[in-house]
């Protein structure tokens, strides 16, 4: 995996948690949980399922490091395998 693919396990995350949600209307610098109206399950399943797609575990301290899409971003390129 390739920084590269990263925003795409990330679209296709959401996806699949939110279906109804247009990638493009997410403001990418606001909270990401706000911007795709996931609840606290909607979340540790998006988590989850980046979890099974990266290769990448995110402990419960680092959630207020990925509060945003761009946070999320960042922090998957910095800690994936």
């Not at 948690?17 to 706000?34: F, G, K, S, T, Y």
Request: overall charge negative; proline content about 5%.
């Amino acid at each position: 995996m390739t920084s590269l693919d990263i925003p795409n396990h990330i679209a296709n995350a959401i996806k699949r948690i939110a279906p109804e949600i247009d990638l493009l209307d997410i403001d990418q610098n606001e909270d990401l949980r706000e911007e795709c109206d996931l609840d606290s399950m909607d979340f540790l399943n998006l988590l989850a399922d980046l979890k099974q797609q990266t290769r990448t575990s995110i402990p419960e301290s680092d959630y207020p490091k990925i509060r945003s899409y761009n946070q999320l971003l960042a922090y998957l390129r910095n800690h994936a395998e």
